[in-house]
């Protein structure tokens, strides 16, 4: 974050591994959400699915930190309401992105937008890929309550 600890106290937690994550949300006595339970949160209850949190708008300051729009760091968690997804989450479509609790495998939703089938699959050895979800402030997200990225459990964005 920066040098001074007080800036970094309501920053998102960056440059974590899988398994650093997960540990850290147990610690706090929590979880990592599942792939569903991150789309969902994103998107909102029933089938009308948009492109971003916010609806299909483009992305603003106001709504988003990327790189075309945003500060260029990590911005405070509470930034950009307008951005913030039908259950009032902040931050998923830009900041950092973020762990799911899922080994990557393939899922489909269902007709009423919710998802189908969660495969809950956890990873266990550091030769398997997680799915992060939303992106950050150094990436130009696409669908952002849609896009998959992969990464290794051991990557840590730091």
């Known amino acids: 974050c920066y040098p001074d600890l007080n800036v970094c106290k309501n920053r998102a937690v960056n440059g974590k591994t899988y398994f650093q994550a997960r540990n850290y949300c147990e610690w706090l006595g929590s979880r990592l959400c599942t792939e569903a339970e991150w789309e969902r949160a994103a998107s909102g209850p029933g089938p009308i699915k948009h492109k971003h949190p916010w609806g299909d708008g483009p992305p603003t300051s106001a709504r988003v930190n990327i790189p075309s729009v945003?500060?260029?760091?990590?911005?405070?968690?509470?930034?950009?309401?307008?951005?913030?997804?039908?259950?009032?989450?902040?931050?998923?479509?830009?900041?950092?992105?973020?762990?799911?609790?899922?080994?990557?495998?393939?899922?489909?939703?269902?007709?009423?937008?919710?998802?189908?089938?969660?495969?809950?699959?956890?990873?266990?050895?550091?030769d398997q890929k997680v799915v992060g979800r939303g992106s950050c402030f150094f990436t130009e997200p696409g669908d952002t309550v849609s896009e998959r990225s992969l990464f290794w459990n051991t990557f840590d964005w730091g």
């Open 70 to 126: 945003g500060s260029g760091f990590i911005d405070p968690v509470d930034s950009h309401p307008d951005g913030a997804s039908p259950e009032g989450v902040f931050n998923m479509a830009s900041n950092v992105y973020e762990w799911t609790r899922d080994a990557y495998d393939m899922y489909e939703p269902a007709p009423n937008g919710e998802a189908l089938h969660n495969p809950l699959t956890l990873p266990t050895s550091p």
